[in-house]
């Protein structure tokens, strides 16, 4: 690989130490939006248990909350 190109004519250190600290920002952002979800996730199902049966059924019409419920049996 190119020296050159990584060094970029002196200014190779501030892009690269822009680009890991973009990364690692949008990591952080990434898992912690996933943590988030799995919570929400969770208390979702839990409040689906105490549903009735009729509740149950329309809320199963519904496109997310149907995702959802799939994606909890197949687990």
């Known amino acids: 690989m190119n020296l050159e190109f990584l060094l970029m004519n002196g200014y190779g250190v501030y892009v690269w130490s822009s680009f890991i600290f973009t990364f690692v920002v949008c990591l952080y952002f990434y898992l912690k939006t996933k943590k988030t979800l799995k919570k929400l996730e969770k208390n979702f199902i839990k409040e689906t248990e105490t549903l009735s049966k009729i509740e149950l ?5 519904q496109k997310v ?6 994606s909890h049996s197949k687990n």
């Open 57 to 61: 059924e329309s809320l199963k019409k």
């Open 65 to 70: 909350a149907r995702e959802i419920l799939v």
